[in-house]
């Protein structure tokens, strides 16, 4: 089947230690987006990929970064993760453009991140 | 800008009971909405959608939503839930390219 997978399910580091998480898609996909997502909250929008086109939310933190070397992978890259940073990530994909445009987001299983 | 206002942060309900949960948005253009389930931890499922067509959307689980231009709103409703269907819900809405705009979400909270 067709879906968005995210590793590690469960990532756990340490204080200033970089860290990255993974995200893939056979969905073939232009657009990949990271949401980041705290306890009891609404997921909150990181960044996105619209093809090889990135785009930063104007108050995500430097200490986030993003690659995207081809259609099918995405990962963030936590530079250096504070308390702050422990949260669920989730990664997901839309197609909106051309035959096949959806406009609706399909997302992973997403990766729990704890930082000690 | 867009918003979405999900007004109840909870809603406790017996099984077999009906539910509604109340989703408001705030847009200056045409807009898609969604309705998302996620089950503790876990990421966001797709229950269903209002991209165009016709106001009422059903999902397979027997959850369904209309979308009321004029009240700008998308409630959520299922005549009769199980205890499966309790977890979190977030109403969502997009005009397009841009990410979702998500509503706070409401806990389902089904009691037997």
């Known amino acids: 089947d067709a879906m968005v997978i995210q590793n590690p399910r469960y990532q756990v580091t340490q204080f200033g230690k970089p860290v990255t998480l993974s995200c893939s898609q056979t969905?073939?996909?232009?657009?990949m987006y990271w949401y980041q997502q705290k306890s009891s909250q609404a997921p909150k929008l990181l960044f996105h990929?619209?093809?090889?086109?990135?785009?930063n939310e104007a108050d995500t933190p430097d200490n986030f970064q993003s690659r995207r070397p081809n259609t099918s992978f995405c990962f963030l890259d936590i530079r250096s993760p504070g308390l702050g940073d422990a949260a669920m990530y989730l990664c997901?994909?839309?197609?909106?453009?051309?035959?096949?445009?959806?406009?609706?987001?399909?997302f992973g299983p997403g990766t729990r991140l704890t930082v000690l | 800008a867009q918003s979405v206002t999900q007004l109840d942060s909870q809603v406790p309900v017996f099984e077999e009971a009906p539910v509604e949960l109340r989703c408001n948005y705030s847009?200056?253009?045409?807009?898609?909405l969604f309705w998302y389930v996620q089950y503790p931890n876990q990421g966001l499922q797709l229950l269903l959608k209002?991209?165009?067509?016709?106001?009422l959307v059903e999902s397979i689980n027997g959850f369904e939503a209309e979308f009321n231009k004029s009240q700008t709103s998308f409630h959520l409703r299922k005549p009769s839930v199980h205890i499966s269907d309790t977890a979190e819900y977030f109403c969502?809405?997009?005009?397009?390219?841009?990410?979702?705009?998500f509503g706070s979400g409401t806990r389902l909270q089904v009691q037997p």
């Open positions: 847009s200056s253009v045409s807009v898609y």
């Open positions: 209002y991209l165009s067509g016709s106001t």
């Open positions: 990929y619209y093809d090889k086109d990135f785009n």
């Open positions: 969905l073939n996909h232009n657009v």
């Open positions: 997901a994909t839309s197609n909106v453009r051309g035959v096949g445009r959806t406009d609706t987001q399909y």
């Open positions: 969502a809405v997009n005009t397009g390219r841009r990410a979702l705009t």
